[in-house]
Each structure stands twice: as structure tokens, then as C-alpha cells.
């Protein structure tokens, strides 16, 4: 709630991102966005205080790392919203949950036919659309078409998830007493040492 701008008690059911953190941010205090790079977030102010009645998305792309594992649809009218998995999770046999953790190569299978599911009526995704229905090859176009359009954006960075930048790194750390960095703070200090 924020009176006067964002009404009590809202509920959004409708597909947003982390990314729409910075344009909404933006739009509210009325600084500019960047204009080096393309910015995938919306703006969706308007959308929590109830002004738009759909997702400022028509496509969400849900990456693993690098890779495209699936995208999120929301068709301008009506209340449906598709999700299309290009992988699935390799799941531990009768859960949802892999043996560790789960990454994004290792634990997922590349599907020839990518799974459709309407989200919106079935959140679990438990019931696949038929591959061979008119409706899973329309929104297979839509979805695809949006996909490439979207991997034209996209310029080569260097890889944030290589072993060398994940490894910990006690340099960048906070620390008061090198080399032991067990410095406590009284404030926070419970033990009373």
C-alpha cells in the first residue's frame, strides 16, 4: 500500500518480473532510464493501481544461466496466460526437487516438443495442452516468433557464471580482523563474548 498511489489490499495476478523493478523505480521518481541498452522490464505502476486490466508483458522469458528454458504468454484479451518449456527438470523420481541443487544443464532435459501448459488455469502445470491441438501450434508460433525477435537484442557479454568469478573471494569481503575475519559487531553480538 502507498496511499495515494497504490490502493490497499491490491492483488496482481498478472505475469511481472524483477526486471520491471527498475522502469516502475523509474517512473516513479521521474529518472530517466538508461538509453545504452535495451531494458527488458516495464514500467507496471500502472498495473498496481489497478488502472490496466493485463500484464504490461505479452512474453516473459525464464533463463537458466544463458539459456532460454521457457517463456510466459499473456495474450492481450481474456485471462489466459501459456507457458511454453523448452527444458524440463530432471526431478528426483515422485518430487518436484533435484538431488542437490538444481542447475541448468545438468538437471534438465532439452524437449524435442516443448510442453505448453495455461498457467493461469493450472498453476501447477500438471496438464499439458495436446501438441497435435490448433491451440498449441498457434501459440508455438507466437511464443517462437517472439523468441527470435528477442535473441536479436541480445549482444555477447562475458559469462558471469564462470568457476572463477562463483569462487568466494575473501578479498571483496568485509573484515576487521584479516586473516581470521571473525570480527563481531556489539550491536548484533547475543553471545555476550
Known sequence: MWPGHIPAGIEI?????????????????????PDDRVIDGKDIMPLLRGEPAVSPHE???????????????????????????YAWPNWLPGTEQCTWACSCLNHHTWLEHPKLFNVAKDP??????????????????????????????????????????????????????????TCRDPKYDKTGA
Request: charged residues 20%; contains cysteine; hydrophobic residues 35%.
Open 13 to 33: 495476478h498478472e505475469p511481472t518480473s524483477q526486471m520491471d523493478f527498475l522502469p516502475s523505480i523509474s517512473s516513479i521518481t521521474g529518472a530517466p532510464l
Open 59 to 85: 512474453i516473459l522469458f525464464h533463463y537458466c544461466g544463458v539459456w532460454i528454458h521457457a517463456a510466459r504468454y499473456r495474450p492481450r484479451t481474456g485471462d489466459d496466460v501459456y507457458k511454453l518449456h
Open 124 to 181: 501447477g502445470e500438471k496438464h499439458e495442452i495436446n501438441p497435435s491441438s490448433e491451440e498449441y501450434r498457434d501459440i508455438l508460433h507466437i511464443i517462437n516468433q517472439a523468441k527470435a525477435e528477442h535473441k536479436k537484442t541480445i549482444e555477447p557479454v562475458p559469462n558471469q557464471f564462470d568457476l572463477i568469478k562463483m569462487m568466494w573471494r575473501p578479498w571483496l569481503q568485509p573484515c576487521c580482523n584479516f586473516p581470521t575475519c
